[in-house]
């Protein structure tokens, strides 16, 4: 399975991004999408996650503002991040979790996209 993120880039603080992080490869399903970021100095967070398509969950400090959403016909997952502040700047993952065709289950990390918001 491989993952291809893209749509970081350089935003004044209160402006607007949208990452996307498109999989593909041989796998059954894919059972929860999620982005992760992760700052200098810092561990990486958990920013959001969909899990089975339907079931959503946010970090606090982007609860309201970011977005989450996947396209189930393209494999892709989405995050709108709304009212972008300082201290989201960060790295940026997507991770897939998939059962693949023997039944197994593994997750697969995308390569980070970095997004900066200057204030």
């Known amino acids: 399975v491989q993952l291809q993120a893209s749509g970081g880039g350089l935003v004044q603080a209160g402006g607007s991004l949208r990452l996307s992080c498109a999989a593909s490869?041989?796998?059954?399903?894919?059972?929860?999408m999620s982005w992760y970021r992760q700052a200098p100095g810092k561990p990486r967070e958990l920013v959001a996650s969909?899990?089975?398509?339907?079931?959503?969950n946010y970090a606090d400090s982007v609860k309201g503002r970011f977005t989450i959403s996947r396209d189930d016909a393209k494999n892709t997952v989405y995050l709108q991040m709304n009212s972008l502040k300082p201290e989201d700047t960060a790295v940026y993952y997507c991770?897939?979790?998939?059962?693949?065709?023997?039944?197994?289950?593994?997750?697969?990390w995308g390569q980070g996209t970095q997004v900066t918001v200057s204030s």
């Open positions: 490869g041989s796998f059954f399903s894919i059972r929860a």
């Open positions: 991770n897939v979790d998939v059962r693949r065709l023997g039944g197994t289950t593994r997750a697969f």
């Open positions: 969909m899990i089975s398509g339907v079931r959503t």
